[in-house]
């Protein structure tokens, strides 16, 4: 089978990442073919198109009369990603999103590819519900149509299925998928070329059975137009126009299917012979043989909805996975601006999933960066320990998440698998250790995740979870009673001076009880000392 890949829009300094954005690839295993886009997210959820890419390997060609993929198409489908992964990678994609659509949604083996993706490519698929893939489609084409307050109708005509839209700028009012894609309807009706009479009358009895209905639905919610996204609706758009674009010049250029025209060329597809259909201007070679059912499909819309004309929005579900995961990152992509540091950052992202307690955890870790810097003299860590430290006590007590019991071990176990960037495993064990001793016993030798650290790694963690101990229990009320402390150092003692804004007697109690660590890690006693505001 032949291969096609194109790559509009190319823009300059492509591979030029901005520290305020994220880059991101959105990949669409389809029936038909695999695309991807590679967009940036800026820090203020707007998004740009930057590249994209498609490959035909026709997982849907053979499985939709079979519902299995074929051992051939799968592997067109493994080599095509591996180009594709590739190639994001060289854009400098900070993550890829993969979806699947109805090929293998409805293959009986379909799970046996996603697993042998996810264990050659390391890719990780996500198998879309027909409606979950109208709803992206949908999101993608508000944002680029846009829509206004009226409905209109959104048709996206693929391999496998037809997903079908009413909705307007604020929502859906309706959202439905048909088995009745391009690629599937020709497995299934289409044996001659050109088409039979007999093929014809079956297909559109089909579907007669199958539109009718939701025809009528969609009739009731009186749209006020009609858009069309995907590439056999592309390619019909081409098709008809009085002269076809060029696709290398005219990526952006307005597309609309005009009904008379429409009809016109419907009736010049359906006569032509192979060798004549494919002197057809517009026509991608790669849909030759399916256009005829696309195009029979579309223009059962036409007539049943009486549509005057269809807008080809070129956005679809590429877009609308992207935007998908804006909306529902959105605070982890804004923080960008605000702390370009992608350790600090990551950290941040961790604790907000946790839903931390923001005010506390940032006291706390005040506190517990004053006492480090005062006795940098007796520790003499630097400014790579420093760091560690101040990540440990930012999250630790995002164990509450799960529960106050135990919550130090809940804030170990969340540190340890919560997907920190930037950081080597061990690092992230003696941020996670030190989070998890901020409180009840200090590290023994019962302590498997303590024993495995490194002499060095051991001795940040004992002082930094010691002050991080003393520095919880200065805000043991949570009331920032505490505001700032300072340290003076003897040959036998530590003195803290508290600088409290009103009653501290519960911060004070907390900080001796919590002293243990501390005196073993730095040999001295510590006393206490309060001044009032």
Not at 14 to 40: C, F, P, W
Not at 296 to 305: A, K, S
Request: with cysteine; proline share 4%; hydrophobic share 40%.
């Amino acid at each position: 089978m032949s291969r096609t890949r194109s790559i509009p829009q190319p823009v300059p300094d492509v591979l030029a990442v901005d520290r305020d954005s994220v880059r991101l690839a959105a990949i669409d295993i389809g029936s038909n073919s695999i695309h991807m886009i590679v967009a940036q997210i800026n820090a203020d959820g707007t998004m740009t198109n930057l590249w994209r890419v498609k490959e035909a390997v026709g997982l849907g060609r053979l499985s939709f009369p079979s519902h299995r993929l074929s051992r051939e198409a799968m592997d067109q489908a493994m080599g095509a990603l591996t180009r594709i992964l590739q190639a994001a990678r060289q854009r400098r994609v900070e993550k890829i999103l993969a979806v699947a659509t109805s090929a293998v949604r409805e293959a009986h083996n379909g799970g046996d590819f996603i697993e042998r993706v996810r264990r050659k490519l390391r890719l990780d698929v996500r198998v879309v519900s027909a409606r979950e893939e109208a709803r992206l489609i949908y999101v993608a084409v508000r944002h680029a149509a846009p829509l206004g307050s009226d409905p209109e109708f959104i048709i996206d005509v693929g391999g496998g299925s037809v997903e079908l839209i009413v909705g307007n700028d604020r929502q859906t009012l309706l959202l439905e998928s048909r088995k009745l894609g391009a690629a599937r309807m020709t497995a299934q009706h289409v044996k001659t070329d050109p088409i039979s009479d007999e093929e014809k009358a079956s297909l559109l009895k089909h579907y007669d059975h199958d539109l009718t209905s939701i025809c009528e639905q969609i009739i009731a919610l009186k749209p006020v137009g009609a858009i069309g996204t995907s590439g056999t609706l592309e390619n019909l758009a081409e098709m008809c126009s009085p002269t076809p674009p060029a696709s290398a010049n005219a990526a952006d250029a307005p597309l609309i299917i005009e009904r008379a025209r429409f009809q016109e060329m419907v009736a010049e597809l359906v006569k032509a012979k192979p060798k004549d259909r494919a002197k057809m201007p517009g026509l991608d070679p790669q849909r030759q043989d399916q256009i005829v059912a696309g195009a029979l499909l579309v223009n059962e819309f036409f007539e049943r909805l009486k549509l005057r004309k269809i807008r080809i929005c070129r956005s679809a579900l590429r877009e609308g996975i992207v935007l998908d995961y804006i909306q529902r990152h959105m605070p982890e992509i804004a923080i960008r601006r605000e702390v370009p540091d992608p350790r600090r950052r990551s950290v941040l992202g961790l604790a907000r999933r946790c839903e931390w307690n923001r005010v506390h955890s940032e006291h706390v870790t005040r506190l517990t960066l004053e006492l480090f810097d005062d006795l940098k003299s007796l520790h003499g860590l630097g400014a790579g320990e420093r760091e560690l430290i101040e990540y440990g006590a930012m999250l630790h007590d995002i164990g509450w998440h799960i529960g106050h019991k135990s919550h130090h071990k809940h804030s170990m176990y969340l540190i340890l698998h919560g997907g920190l960037k930037g950081f080597t495993p061990e690092e992230i064990q003696i941020v996670a250790n030190i989070a998890r001793y901020h409180r009840k016993s200090p590290p023994k030798s019962k302590h498997p995740d303590y024993q495995v650290l490194s002499p060095r790694a051991k001795q940040i963690v004992d002082i930094g979870a010691g002050i991080l101990r003393i520095a919880d229990g200065m805000d043991r009320s949570h009331g920032a009673v505490i505001q700032e402390v300072r340290c003076t150092i003897s040959d036998d003692e530590i003195v803290c001076t508290l600088s409290a804004k009103s009653d501290a007697a519960l911060e004070l109690w907390a900080a001796k009880r919590k002293d243990d660590l501390f005196t073993k890690a730095f040999g001295r006693d510590i006393t206490f000392r309060l001044i009032r505001r």
